[in-house]
C-alpha cells in the first residue's frame, strides 16, 4: 500500500504523463501539439508553457506582440515564444527536470490552467528541499466549472427556476428509478459521466465538489470528513452511476456530439462536470474547441445547458508565471512582465472571449459568448467551492482509487506478424514495447476490477474460433494479476490481423455477460488493418456495435482501440470507438505505447 | 553554556546595530548623491504609484512586496532600500519589533503622505439582508457575527452560500491588516481598545471572522480584484477607497454592477508614509514626493493635500484628523491573533 505522499507523487508523474501524451483525443488538458519554434533572431526570448487550450490564443497573441514597438525592454527586442505544454506535463518537468532536446526550450513564463499547479509543483520542489519557482500570478483568462446538462433533462429537472446543487445531481445519480422519477422512463437511469481526477482538473474539482456535496460543506474539508462512513457510502453511490471515467471532459462531449447527430444524446449520459468554455464551444458546435482548416461548427440540435451548482463552484484561473528560475536572466523577467503587461490590455483580453473563456482583466466585460444564447449565465456562480488542503486532496485521489466504479474489462492484444517489427532504437520489437506497457498497466486496475486476456492474429487456434485465444479468461485482477502478466510475456508475432472478427466477438463477449455495476469495455491493440476476406465489412460490424449500444435500455460496452504504429488503420479504429461511445488513441509511435496504455486504463 | 551563547549574540547585535546605523544600505553615510540610484521597496497597494515615480524618473529603482515579507526583513537584516513606501503603522510595527531585538532605530521622520478611508465593496442584494439582519446595521461587527453562516438562515438566498468576507492576508498586507484592525474597532465601538479587552466574544467573533475568509489563491490579485473578476469569489470586500474606486472606475458596467461601496462610521483612515531606511537618502525621498510623488499617489486614488481627487473618490467625505485606527501594537497583537486561529 503507497502511502498519502507517495500516492501524490505518482498522481502527478501520471497526469504528468498521460497530458504529454494524449495524442489522438485533445482534452481540458489536450493534445501538446508541435514543438516546432520560430526564429528570435537576437531579440530576447521569453519561452512560454501554455496549456494547449489556450496555446492557439497565445500564438496568436505572441505574433500581434513580436515585432511591435513594445515589444522591447532598454531598447532590445522581446520575442514571445509559446510552446504548448499540458498542465500536469510542465508541473512534472518543471520538478523532475526540463529536457531541452526533447521537451523544448524552459519556460520564463509558464501558464498553466490553474494556480494550484503553480502549488503543486512549489510544494513538489519543497518536498525535495529546493526553493519554490512558482510566484503569485497574474490571472490571465478565468472559466468555472459548471455541470452540463442536456437541455430537455435539465428543463425536466426545473432548472433553473429550480437551483440544482451536486448533492442534487449526485442524489439522482443514486436514485434507481432513473429519469422515470421525473416523467421520463425513456431515458433510462441517470448516467454520469465524470473524468478521472488524477489526470484531469475538471475531473478533480468534480471531486471535489462531490465531497462537499457528501459532507454538506462548502469550505475546510478536513480528513475526518472524508474517512466518515457516510461519506464513504455517498461516494461509492456516485460512483456506480458512471458512465466510464474519461480522461478528458473532450470524450464525452465528442461523444455527446455524435449521439446528437443521431438522437440519442438523451441515453448517452445525462451530466457531466466540464469548464465553462467546453460548453460554449460545444454549443457552438465546436465539441472540442479547435475548428480544422474546412470544419464548420454546426450547433448541436439539442444543446447542454450550464448548471451553476447551488454550493458553489470552482474557477480555472490561467495563471502567467514568471518562473523565479536559475535559467531566467533579470533581463528575461523584464520581458516577461512586458508580455504579461500587453496580453493584459484590453484589446487582447476581447479575444479570450472568442475562444469562450471570462477575461482576467475586470476592465473588460464579459460579454458574447459567455451569454444565455450559447446555454451559460454570465451573471453565476453566485458562490465558490474552497479548494481543499493538500493533504486533503492526496487522501481524496487515494479514496477515489477504492470507490470508483468497478470495471469489467477484456484486453485484447494483436500478435500478428507485423508486431514482430523493430520499434524504438530497433533493439525491441513492437510486441516487446506493447507487452511491457501492457504488465505495466496492469497495476492501475484495482484488485475488484474483473480483467481478462485475449490475443488475437488469424489462424492462431486449431479449432473454432481460430483467430483469436483466451489466454486469461475474465476474473478479478486481485486473483490472477502475475499470471495476464505471464501470459502477455510470453507472447510472440505471428501471422494476420482479423480486426474486424476479434472485435465483433470480443464486444458480443462481454455484451452476454454484462454486467450493470461496472464499466464494460475492451481494450484493443493492434499495430495493423483487417487482414481477413472472411470478415472485410467494416459496416456490419458498426451496425452491430451501434444496435446494441443505443437507447434507454442499453447495456454499453466501450471498445477502446489503441492504434499501434504506423500502419494501425486509425480510421476504422476511432470509427469503432466512437459507435460504441468511447475514444480512439493513437500510439502510431510505438515509444509512446506506455503513456498510452496509462491514458487508456485512466477510462476505467 | 547559555549565558555565554546570549553575551555573545547581545554583542553580534550591538556590532549589527552600529553598522546598521552607520551605514545602512550599505550606503556609507553622508547625503545621497543625485548620480546615485535611489532604491525604494513598494508594498504592493502602492505599486503603481511606485512605477510613475520610476517612470519619471531613471534614477529610482523600485522593488514590490507585501508589506509584512518587507517587514520580517527590515528587523532581522539590513535593509538594502534607500526608501520604503508602505502604509501605517508598519513602520511603528517594524520599530517596536527592533526595539525588542536590541537594535537601534530605523526609520524617523515618517509622516502621512497621502491618506483614503477604509471602505467596504459589497453585493447590494447581500448588503440589505445584512442591514435587515443585523439590529444595529450594517457593521463589521455584524459582518463577523453572521461570518461564515448559510445566508439562507438570516434571509438571502441558497445560491450565495455562505456570508464569505474578503479580507487580504493581514500577517503580510498592509491593508489587508489595517481592514483586520478596522473590524476590531467595529466589534468594539471603538478604536481605542487595547489587548485586555480581546475577551472571549471576541475571540469567538474574531475566529468566526477569519474562518469565514476564503483561503488565499495563489494570484496577485487582490480580494477585490477576485471580486470582480470571479462572481461569487466573494459577498463583500475591506478595502481603501482608493483601491475601490480605482478598481471600480475602470471595470466593465457588467463587473461593478450590483457592487456598492460603504463608508462605515467613524471612518477610519489608511495613510501612505515614505519611511527613510538610509538617513542619507532623506532629502532625496522628500524631493521625490515634492516633484511627483504627491501627483502620483493622488492619480492611484488617495487624498493628497494640494492634489486634484481621482474619480472614485468621494468629494464630500471630509476625512477625520485622526486614522480611527488601533495603534501598530494593538495591530501587530491582532495580526498575531489572525495567524493563530486555525480554520
Known amino acids: 500500500m503507497m502511502d498519502a505522499g507517495h500516492r501524490f507523487v505518482v498522481w502527478l508523474v501520471m497526469a504528468g504523463l498521460l497530458a504529454a501524451c494524449l495524442p489522438d483525443l485533445g482534452g481540458d488538458e489536450g493534445d501538446d501539439g508541435d514543438v516546432s519554434l520560430e526564429d528570435p533572431g537576437d531579440c530576447i526570448v521569453v519561452d512560454m508553457a501554455v496549456s494547449s487550450e489556450k496555446a492557439d490564443l497565445m500564438r496568436d497573441l505572441a505574433r500581434t506582440f513580436n515585432g511591435s514597438d513594445g515589444a522591447a525592454v532598454d531598447g532590445k527586442c522581446i520575442f514571445a515564444r509559446p510552446q504548448s505544454k499540458a498542465s500536469g506535463a510542465a508541473t512534472t518537468l ?93 431515458w433510462g437511469q441517470f448516467r454520469l459521466g465524470k473524468t478521472n481526477p488524477n489526470f484531469s482538473t475538471s ?128 533581463e528575461q523577467r523584464q520581458a516577461a512582465q512586458v ?106 486496475f484495482k484488485n475488484d476490477d474483473e480483467v481478462g486476456l485475449r490475443i488475437f492474429s488469424t489462424d492462431l487456434a486449431p ?24 501470459a502477455i510475456r510470453g507472447l510472440i508475432p505471428t501471422a494476420g490481423t482479423p480486426l474486424y472478427t476479434v472485435a465483433e466477438d470480443s464486444y458480443t463477449l462481454l455484451q452476454e455477460d454484462f454486467d450493470a455495476e461496472r464499466i464494460n469495455a475492451v481494450v484493443l491493440l493492434t499495430d495493423g488493418r483487417n487482414e481477413d476476406p472472411r470478415n472485410s465489412d467494416i459496416d456490419r460490424l458498426l451496425e452491430i456495435l451501434r444496435s446494441s449500444n443505443e437507447g434507454q435500455a442499453t447495456r454499453p460496452v466501450r471498445i477502446f482501440p489503441i492504434a499501434y504504429g504506423g500502419d ?37 | 553554556m547559555k549565558r555565554l551563547l546570549a553575551l555573545v549574540a547581545a554583542a553580534a547585535m550591538i556590532v549589527g546595530a552600529l553598522y546598521v546605523r552607520d551605514g545602512v544600505g550599505g550606503r556609507g553615510g553622508g547625503v545621497l548623491a543625485e548620480s546615485e540610484a535611489l532604491r525604494l521597496i513598494c508594498v504592493t497597494e502602492l505599486q503603481a504609484v511606485c512605477e510613475a515615480l520610476r517612470a519619471d524618473d531613471d534614477d529610482v529603482e523600485i522593488s514590490v512586496q507585501e508589506a509584512g515579507l518587507t517587514a520580517a ?55 440589505a439582508v445584512l442591514e435587515a439582519t443585523c439590529s444595529g446595521g450594517f457593521s463589521w461587527r455584524c459582518v463577523g457575527g453572521q461570518a461564515g453562516r448559510p445566508w439562507s438562515e438570516i434571509g438571502g438566498e441558497a445560491t450565495w452560500g455562505p456570508v464569505r468576507p474578503g479580507v487580504a492576508d493581514p500577517e503580510r498586507n498592509a491593508t489587508g491588516l489595517l481592514v483586520l484592525g478596522h473590524a476590531a474597532s467595529g466589534f468594539f465601538g471603538r478604536a481605542d481598545f487595547s489587548t485586555r479587552d480581546f475577551d472571549s466574544p471576541f475571540a469567538t467573533w474574531l475566529g468566526d471572522l477569519k474562518r469565514a475568509v476564503p483561503s488565499a489563491v495563489s494570484s496577485t490579485a487582490t480580494p477585490l480584484k477576485q471580486m470582480l473578476q470571479r462572481r461569487g ?43 527613510p531606511l538610509a538617513p542619507e537618502a532623506h532629502d532625496r525621498l522628500a524631493e521625490l514626493m515634492e516633484e511627483g510623488g504627491g501627483e502620483a499617489l493622488a492619480q492611484n486614488g488617495w487624498r493628497v493635500e494640494g492634489q486634484p481627487t481621482a474619480s472614485g473618490v468621494d468629494p464630500d467625505l471630509q476625512l477625520p484628523a485622526n486614522t480611527n485606527i488601533p495603534n501598530g501594537g494593538v495591530l501587530e497583537a491582532l495580526r498575531r491573533r489572525w495567524g493563530e486561529i486555525t480554520r
Do not use: C
Not at chain 1, 494556480?115 to 500570478?137: C, H, V
Open chain 2, 73 to 127: 526583513e527590515l528587523v532581522q537584516e539590513q535593509p538594502s532600500a534607500d526608501g520604503w513606501l508602505t502604509l501605517q503603522p508598519w513602520p511603528e510595527i517594524v520599530e517596536e519589533a527592533r526595539r525588542r531585538e536590541g537594535l537601534p532605530p530605523l526609520m524617523s521622520d515618517v509622516s502621512a503622505i497621502g491618506r483614503s478611508p477604509l471602505v467596504l465593496v459589497v453585493q447590494e442584494d447581500r448588503y
Open chain 1, 339 to 444: 508580455f504579461t503587461d500587453f496580453v493584459q490590455r484590453p484589446e487582447n483580453q476581447e479575444r479570450v472571449l472568442e475562444f469562450g473563456f471570462r477575461p482576467g482583466n475586470t476592465e473588460v466585460a464579459i460579454g458574447d459568448p459567455v451569454s444565455p444564447e450559447n446555454g451559460v449565465d454570465p451573471e453565476q456562480p453566485q458562490t465558490l467551492l474552497e479548494v481543499p488542503d493538500p493533504p486533503v486532496m492526496v487522501n481524496m485521489l487515494d479514496q477515489w482509487g477504492e470507490q470508483r466504479k468497478s470495471a469489467r474489462v477484456l484486453l485484447v492484444m494483436d500478435v500478428s506478424g507485423s508486431m514482430g517489427d523493430p520499434a524504438g532504437d530497433g533493439r525491441e520489437t513492437k510486441l516487446d514495447l506493447a507487452k511491457q506497457a501492457a504488465i505495466e498497466a496492469l497495476d492501475q
Open chain 1, 94 to 186: 518543471l520538478a523532475d527536470g526540463w529536457d531541452e532536446n526533447a521537451e523544448g526550450p524552459r519556460p520564463v513564463i509558464w501558464s498553466p490552467a490553474s494556480s494550484a499547479w503553480g502549488t503543486i509543483l512549489n510544494q513538489r520542489l519543497g518536498d525535495k528541499g529546493q526553493a519554490a519557482i512558482a510566484p503569485e500570478g497574474t490571472p490571465f483568462m478565468v472559466t468555472p466549472l459548471v455541470i452540463a446538462m442536456p437541455q430537455p433533462m435539465a428543463d425536466a429537472l426545473g432548472y433553473p427556476e429550480e437551483p440544482i446543487g451536486f448533492s442534487d445531481i449526485l442524489a439522482l445519480a443514486r436514485n434507481k428509478e432513473g429519469w422515470a422519477a421525473f416523467g421520463h422512463p425513456e
Open chain 1, 463 to 486: 479449432e473454432e474460433p481460430t483467430d483469436y485465444i483466451d489466454l486469461v479468461p475474465i476474473a478479478p485482477i486481485g486473483e490472477q494479476r502475475e499470471r495476464i502478466a505471464s
Open chain 1, 203 to 330: 475531473g478533480l474539482s468534480a471531486l471535489i465538489a462531490q465531497y462537499y456535496a457528501a459532507t454538506g460543506k462548502v469550505a475546510d474539508l478536513t480528513l475526518e470528513d472524508l474517512r466518515a462512513p457516510d461519506v464513504n457510502r455517498f461516494a461509492r453511490g456516485v460512483e456506480s452511476a458512471v458512465v466510464h471515467y474519461g480522461d478528458t471532459t473532450l470524450s464525452f462531449l465528442n461523444n455527446w456530439y455524435r449521439t446528437d447527430a443521431r438522437g440519442t444524446s438523451l441515453t448517452y449520459v445525462s451530466a457531466v462536470a466540464v469548464e465553462e468554455k467546453s460548453l460554449i464551444d460545444y454549443n457552438r458546435g465546436d465539441p472540442d474547441g479547435v475548428l480544422d482548416p474546412g470544419e464548420e461548427p454546426l450547433p448541436p440540435k439539442i444543446p447542454l445547458v450550464a448548471i451553476y451548482p447551488e454550493e458553489g463552484t470552482l474557477f480555472s484561473d490561467n495563471p502567467f508565471f514568471t518562473l523565479d528560475a536559475e535559467w531566467v536572466s533579470d
Open chain 1, 568 to 604: 494501425a488503420d486509425l480510421d476504422v479504429l476511432r470509427r469503432i470507438a466512437e459507435t460504441t461511445n468511447a475514444s480512439a488513441y493513437d500510439a502510431s509511435d510505438p515509444t509512446t505505447i506506455s503513456k498510452v496504455f496509462t491514458a487508456v486504463i485512466s477510462n476505467f
Open chain 2, 233 to 275: 469569489a466573494y459577498d463583500l470586500v475591506g478595502t481603501t477607497e482608493a483601491e475601490a474606486g480605482h478598481e471600480l472606475a475602470r471595470a466593465a458596467p457588467d463587473r461593478r454592477e450590483g457592487l456598492t461601496v460603504v463608508y462605515l462610521e467613524p471612518v477610519a483612515v489608511a495613510e501612505v508614509v515614505l519611511a
